[in-house]
């Protein structure tokens, strides 16, 4: 019993590790990298697809993007979507492909992504609780049905508090990682 709650409450924390990875992933840090345009829809004939489904996305060097739409009917419906995503760059058509510059990123703008991963962060965390919460009123249901005893229940809860710590830990981790790497020039 206390076992099957442990393996809930992991994978409930797993989750909300894997959603801070993808979520940290389209905060931009200054460097292009293609994750930053996965919420990027075109309007492909009438259907909003991703753009990496529509066009080779390629970084040809560490600030830019190189756009090529598979089809050129498709160049000015992309060229849309990316003025659409407010990503902070223009696009720059030539007939046949599209660029974008990343700019750079100012001391402010820094601090203000600094501020959205924290929340991300915090999201994460409140997530993990969420699964030790879950777990431990499973458990406490358990001991209501006679079906676990009161020292079994302590003893879960407290297995449950450590993982759930290792993973607080995790999300500490990974945010000031990103941290860092936002605030490095």
């Not at 409450?9 to 940290?24: F, H, P, T, W, Y």
């Not at 431990?136 to 358990?142: I, P, Q, S, V």
């Amino acid at each position: 019993m206390i076992d099957d709650a442990k393996k809930d409450a992991e994978g409930k924390m797993e989750k909300a590790i894997d959603s801070l990875a993808n979520e940290l992933k389209k905060v931009r840090t200054g460097r292009a990298q293609v994750s930053m345009l996965d919420s990027v829809k075109v309007n492909y004939y009438g259907t909003p697809t991703p753009l990496n489904q529509v066009a080779a996305v390629s970084t040809p060097d560490a600030k830019s993007f190189l756009i090529a739409p598979w089809e050129v009917a498709v160049l000015k419906d992309v060229e849309s979507a990316l003025v659409k995503a407010d990503l902070g760059m223009s696009p720059q058509n030539d007939g046949k492909v599209i660029r974008l510059k990343v700019p750079e990123l100012t001391e402010e703008r820094r601090k203000d992504l600094v501020k959205t991963v924290k929340k991300i962060a915090e999201d994460a965390r409140v997530a993990v609780r969420m699964g030790r919460r879950d777990a431990n009123d499973e458990l406490k249901k358990a001991e209501k049905e006679k079906l676990i005893s009161e020292d079994d229940l302590k003893r879960g809860e407290q297995e449950i508090q450590k993982l759930t710590d290792s993973y607080i830990k995790k999300v500490d981790e990974t945010s000031e990682e990103k941290e860092k790497e936002l605030m490095t020039f």
